[in-house]
């Protein structure tokens, strides 16, 4: 979670550098005022366990051996932080070090002058003596001449009379204890891990966690356009709690850019009684928090609308049909494209800031986005085409194993033409979609037309129906499509299709419905007995496979009928049956090789063996798909 929160704080500053882009100009005819939602909040999880305390306490004695006497000022609560889980402070002696700064007894930040001698260093953590007994404490955060910038976090109450400076200053010790002594104030014998440099009158602080730390669900709102005097913009969220609130801001003649109009709408935000949220601004992006906690992924949203006009603006979305924000997977790709007001594509130049401490993702000009979780945050791409210009947020996340994928058609509706995109939309429990077109294999069974393998592109020239399918982590997903007077459509299969594949012995080459393919691994005789590849063949009757690494095993299903197999193991369970086979699996060039037999045993497809040619011939009716 604290991922995701670092990644909407990054968000909102590297749109801060767009805040003067699109702002408010007192000659426009036209609002052209937006404020865009990220939709749902992301995260919420109640804490577990207690709420963590660090233990603080100063040594009393030298440390001897791996034992160290300990006056514990701060009880320890909770569980031990990871080792290293110790911190050190220790006392400076200088030799000179006085202030009688009046600015002592002022919190916050002050500009401290000290007399002449010597001073702290930066990060030091500083106590004047105000008079025997009473103290006044900051930490330094910058340095000129005899004056030092210092936090002062405990003003004095008086004026200073005694002005004697003490410094603690962090250690380059590192230490690891779980004595259960730190749980309880007062003098104890505390027990380290080894003996690494500790010594009379350091300050050692320890880190303790909760079980599982409290987090709040996060969204935000991108302002954009340009705004006239008495735009409004409404903002409207549900907490987790189900509960609506709406907020309002009517934009002034002194909002001169979307800067200023996110800070007001963030203050309206936040002005709403019982709205249970937190709204941030900085540049053009406001950062809502809930102030409730709830389940990860809650799936509460956050929608706004404003007075905007029309401008020439561009609509940014996956290959695959998604819209902003968009993850993408470490190491993996998603490619973006940008659509102009009439709903063509355009050949847009995409950009990002180049700020490596920013941006989690790489951007060509072409709209091809690569994840990274080298940096944490935000990519935020602009897409430029002529006057008009988008934006589009991307999030990278971890590598995701997927349960299941959808093979769809972008644009939804038909588009008569000579060409067609398919989109690969993944899912998992965590992620509801998943841009996956970049990732998959695309393939086909279609008389004329080809669909490219990288990017699910079909083209085309004639009437036909045929098979499309994508392939992409483990999982195969066939759809049935039908050209008509140059439209592409998917339909549901409504009577019986018939698959045929043919494989030579000792040959790559593959006809699936007199169509030529090529396979990693071709059929062979071993022992006497006929090998095939079986994920070939099982998913091009349109199963899915999945291969378990744990085990060496393959799950084959297809239907209401699932086959288990395993390497080297001369048995098959079929539907929870277990048969015995000709031979066991084998592994050929990274490919699951199986007897002939499992093809007749677990499908009932018809298998015809030409003995002269070598040929194999195999027949398999798909089952039938009742019409929607």
Not at 90 to 107: E, I, Q
Not at 187 to 215: C, E, K, S, Y
Not at 317 to 329: Q, R
Not at 496 to 512: A, M, N, Q
């Amino acid at each position: 979670m604290k991922k995701f929160l670092s990644i909407f704080i990054a968000l909102a500053m590297v749109l801060s550098l767009f805040a003067g882009v699109g702002a408010r100009s007192a000659k426009a005819a036209t609002s052209t005022l937006t404020v865009t939602p990220s939709g749902s909040f992301v995260g919420g999880l109640d804490a577990t366990g207690v709420t963590a305390v660090d233990a603080v306490g100063t040594i009393t004695s030298a440390v001897y051996a791996n034992v160290a006497t300990v006056n514990v000022t701060t009880p320890g609560t909770a569980n031990f932080g990871a080792s290293p889980n110790v911190s050190v402070v220790r006392p400076v002696a200088l030799t000179f070090a006085k202030s009688f700064d009046a600015d002592w007894k002022v919190m916050g930040t002050q500009y401290i002058t000290f007399e002449a001698g010597q001073m702290p260093a930066v990060d030091d953590e500083v106590t004047v003596t105000v008079v025997p007994g009473v103290y006044a404490a900051g930490t330094v955060l910058m340095l000129g001449g005899q004056v030092a910038t210092i936090d002062v976090t405990t003003a004095a109450a008086q004026t200073i009379t005694d002005g004697t400076v003490t410094v603690m200053r962090a250690s380059l010790v590192t230490a690891n204890s779980i004595d259960e002594d730190w749980r309880i104030g007062g003098t104890h014998p505390i027990t380290f891990t080894a003996n690494t440099g500790l010594a009379l009158n350091d300050v050692v602080t320890v880190d303790m966690v909760q079980d599982t730390a409290a987090t709040k669900a996060t969204a935000f709102l991108m302002v954009s356009g340009t705004a006239l005097t008495s735009d409004v913009a409404t903002v409207t969220w549900q907490d987790t709690t189900a509960a609506s609130h709406t907020a309002t801001y009517t934009v002034l003649a002194t909002d001169t850019d979307t800067s200023l109009i996110a800070a007001h709408l963030a203050a309206a935000i936040n002005a709403v009684v019982g709205g249970n949220v937190s709204a941030a601004s900085s540049g053009a992006v406001i950062t809502v928090t809930q102030n409730v906690k709830g389940a990860a992924g809650n799936g509460k949203t956050l929608t706004a609308t404003t007075t905007a006009g029309v401008i020439p603006t561009l609509t940014i979305h996956t290959l695959g049909g998604l819209k902003n924000p968009a993850y993408v997977e470490q190491g993996k790709t998603i490619q973006l494209v940008a659509v102009d007001g009439t709903g063509a594509t355009v050949s847009a130049s995409f950009t990002a800031p180049i700020l490596p401490t920013t941006i989690s993702a790489t951007v060509t000009t072409a709209g091809l986005v690569m994840g990274s979780l080298d940096y944490t945050g935000v990519t935020v791409v602009t897409a430029a085409y002529g006057t008009a210009t988008g934006v589009f947020a991307v999030i990278v996340i971890p590598v995701q194993t997927i349960t299941s994928m959808a093979v769809t058609l972008v644009p939804a509706l038909p588009v008569s033409t000579t060409k067609q995109q398919f989109g690969a939309i993944a899912s998992n429990a965590a992620y509801s979609q998943l841009d996956y077109t970049t990732q998959a294999v695309w393939t086909d069974a279609l008389p004329v037309a080809s669909i490219a393998s990288g990017n699910g592109l079909l083209t085309y020239s004639t009437d036909e129906t045929g098979v499309v399918n994508a392939y992409a982590g483990g999982i195969t997903t066939m759809v049935n499509v039908k050209i008509a007077t140059g439209v592409v459509t998917l339909v549901t299969v409504v009577g019986p299709v018939t698959k045929v594949i043919v494989l030579t012995i000792g040959s790559d080459i593959v006809t699936v419905d007199a169509k030529a393919t090529t396979v990693d691994a071709a059929p062979e005789i071993t022992n006497g007995r006929t090998f095939v590849p079986i994920r070939f063949i099982a998913e091009t009757f349109g199963s899915t496979v999945t291969w378990l690494p744990e085990t060496k095993g393959v799950t084959i299903v297809l239907g209401d009928t699932t086959v288990g197999l395993q390497i080297g193991n001369a048995t098959a369970v079929i539907n929870g049956t277990i048969i015995a086979l000709d031979a066991a699996p084998y592994i050929k060039n990274s490919r699951t090789m199986v007897p002939l037999r499992v093809i007749t045993e677990s499908f009932g497809g018809n298998v015809a063996w030409d003995p002269i040619n070598h040929i194999i011939t195999i027949t398999y009716v798909l089952p039938v798909v009742p019409a929607a």
